[in-house]
């Protein structure tokens, strides 16, 4: 049973940077997708970036340029790193993953993921 914890949330000006962190309890099975959610109050989950089973970062527009996706294989451990911070971007943050043989060029939505994590908030302030 994975498990997947999100840290690193916390409040910023904006122009800011953040780091957030995803540790998952063990390996997933195969060459899985690992993504980044977010979900202010009053709207949807929005999938933010995701990077696929061959190492593939996506993003979605509203944060290309902004944001980057990266993973550290030995410590099984997902980064966000979130630089220029906006208000807009203030929401809880969610990590999640797909097991299996996973290639994606979008995030996609979060039906498509199995594995969640509790969320981190991140606060951005004008």
């Known amino acids: 049973q994975v498990q997947l914890v999100e840290s690193g949330g916390g409040s910023v000006q904006a122009g800011g940077s953040l780091r957030l962190s995803c540790a998952a309890s063990?390996?997933?099975?195969?060459?899985?997708?690992m993504a980044w959610f977010r979900q202010a109050p009053g709207k949807e989950r929005e999938g933010v970036a995701v990077?696929?089973?061959?190492?593939?970062?996506t993003y979605a527009d509203s944060v290309k340029g902004r944001f980057t996706i990266s993973k550290d294989n030995a410590k099984k451990i997902l980064y966000l790193q979130m630089n220029s911070l906006k208000p807009e971007d203030s929401a809880v943050y969610y990590c999640?993953?797909?097991?299996?043989?996973?290639?994606?060029?979008?995030?996609?939505?979060?039906?498509?993921?199995?594995?969640w994590g509790q969320g981190t908030q991140v606060t951005v302030s004008s």
């Open positions: 999640a993953a797909a097991g299996g043989y996973c290639i994606r060029r979008t995030v996609a939505l979060p039906y498509d993921y199995n594995y």
């Open positions: 063990e390996n997933i099975d195969g060459r899985p997708c």
């Open positions: 990077i696929d089973g061959i190492g593939r970062p």
